[in-house]
Nanobody, 119 residues
Framework: QVQLVESGGGLVQPGGSLRLSCAAS????????MGWYRQAPGKQRELVAA???????NYADSVKGRFTISRDNAKNTVYLQMNSLKPEDTAVYYC?????????????WGQGTQVTVSS
């Protein structure tokens, strides 16, 4: 069984910063790609940022230059540093991991953490 546990969400004023963390635990061989998605009310879930085990990154255009994704492979943890936050960044943020397990490959999701940007 694999668990992804997120932390770091909350309420922040426009222009402020937050740092999200997501730690993976359980039975898996290796983590391939880790990423962050978000879903705002009435909208589809969208990719925010992703990072491979080699450190290659990919960002949504809307967050480029403001958000930074990183990971600590030794801790099986991915981070999302969010700066210059805007009200339109308000959403539930979900951690995602593409894992290699004994039977093959699997995608797992965290439970989500709320980020609210408001004055």
């Amino acid at each position: 069984q694999v668990q992804l546990v997120e932390s770091g969400g909350g309420l922040v004023q426009p222009g402020g910063s937050l740092r999200l963390s997501c730690a993976a635990s359980g039975s898996f061989l290796r983590i391939n790609v880790m990423g962050w998605y978000r879903q705002a009310p009435g909208k589809q879930r969208e990719l925010v940022a992703a990072i491979t085990d080699g450190g290659s990154t990919n960002y949504a255009d809307s967050v480029k230059g403001r958000f930074t994704i990183s990971r600590d492979n030794a801790k099986n943890t991915v981070y999302l540093q969010m700066n210059s936050l805007k009200p339109e960044d308000t959403a539930v943020y979900y951690c995602n991991a593409d894992l290699f397990i004994r039977s093959g490959q699997a995608i797992h999701w965290g439970q989500g953490t709320q980020v609210t940007v408001s004055s």
